[in-house]
């Protein structure tokens, strides 16, 4: 059986008490994939990937999901032949210019975490456009990670804290978990509950590896181009078939 069969095979059906997790993270992969199976570029993955974003964003408000962090573009990527970055990055400005008045209209929140530094400067631009416009919003918080490495949040966050030490604001024995927390881009939100990840890959990919310490991990054999509501929301029925211990219990 394959990890994604569980999933896909799931029957239990989701009762009206359980609630739905607050937040939920996707690490949106088999663009490429999906392209070349169909003797395509790999921008038209790339571009049906993103009716796939789309998708996501829908099943996550009608479940009741308040947090959806997505894995857009992480700072490996930029190793990525040039043509496909320039690729990448018209579609996003694309979706800045053209989608986010449908967020705003359905009361989603955007913003983007990452390093803006290597972006162009009309995309910084339109980014921080789009955050200004959907600010009030509260039915959901969009975040899109884009040039985004955890592991250089973390030295991020690291820096921040020893500019305090040395500065005199705190001292090294008062650092702990909360002022930690509070120093990466996610502060302020909830830790995900669920890490869903498409194509049948099996690892974290340098995502949220702090925020990821007590999430369910869902390893779907679908190519997100193909990802659909019903994935998502068999996820969340296994999601609450799950017991959730925290490290509390033994197994």
């Known amino acids: 059986m394959s990890p994604g069969d569980?999933?896909?095979?799931f029957s239990v059906q989701l009762s009206k008490e359980a609630e739905p997790p607050a937040h939920v993270a996707i690490i949106m992969d088999g663009n490429?994939?999906?392209?070349?199976?169909?003797?395509?570029?790999r921008t038209a993955g790339h571009q049906r990937g993103a009716q796939s974003?789309?998708?996501?964003?829908?099943?996550?408000?009608k479940a009741g999901v308040s947090y959806l962090t997505m894995y857009g573009f992480s700072s490996e990527n930029w190793k990525r032949s040039n043509a496909e970055i320039k690729d990448l990055m018209g579609l996003l400005r694309f979706y800045l210019k053209n989608e986010i008045s449908t967020l705003l209209k359905e009361g989603v929140r955007f913003q983007v975490i990452g390093d803006r530094d290597k972006l162009d400067e009309d995309i910084v631009q339109l980014i921080e456009e789009s955050e200004a416009k959907t600010?009030?919003?509260?039915?959901?918080?969009l975040t899109i990670a884009l040039s985004y490495?955890?592991?250089?949040?973390?030295?991020?966050?690291t820096r921040k804290i020893a500019e305090k030490v040395r500065s005199g604001d705190i001292e090294p024995e008062n650092i702990d978990e909360e002022m930690f927390e509070e120093s990466l881009f996610t502060a302020g939100?909830?830790?995900?509950d669920i890490l869903i990840r498409t194509s049948g890959e099996q690892?974290?990919?340098?995502?949220?590896?702090w925020q990821l310490a007590y999430a369910e991990f869902f390893f779907l054999d679908v190519l997100w181009p193909d990802f659909s509501e019903?994935?998502?929301?068999?996820?969340?029925?296994e999601y609450h078939g799950r017991e959730r211990r925290f490290g509390a219990t033994g197994g």
Do not use: C, Q, Y
Not at 6 to 9: E, L
Not at 189 to 192: G, L, S, T
Not at 203 to 209: D, V, Y
């Open 135 to 141: 600010v009030n919003n509260t039915r959901l918080v």
């Open 32 to 41: 490429g994939r999906w392209a070349k199976k169909r003797h395509m570029p």
């Open 6 to 9: 569980s999933v896909k095979n």
């Open 203 to 209: 690892r974290m990919s340098n995502f949220l590896p």
């Open 53 to 61: 974003v789309k998708k996501a964003i829908k099943a996550a408000v």
């Open 149 to 157: 490495g955890g592991r250089a949040e973390i030295v991020r966050a």
């Open 230 to 237: 019903d994935d998502f929301n068999r996820v969340l029925d």
């Open 189 to 192: 939100m909830p830790d995900p």
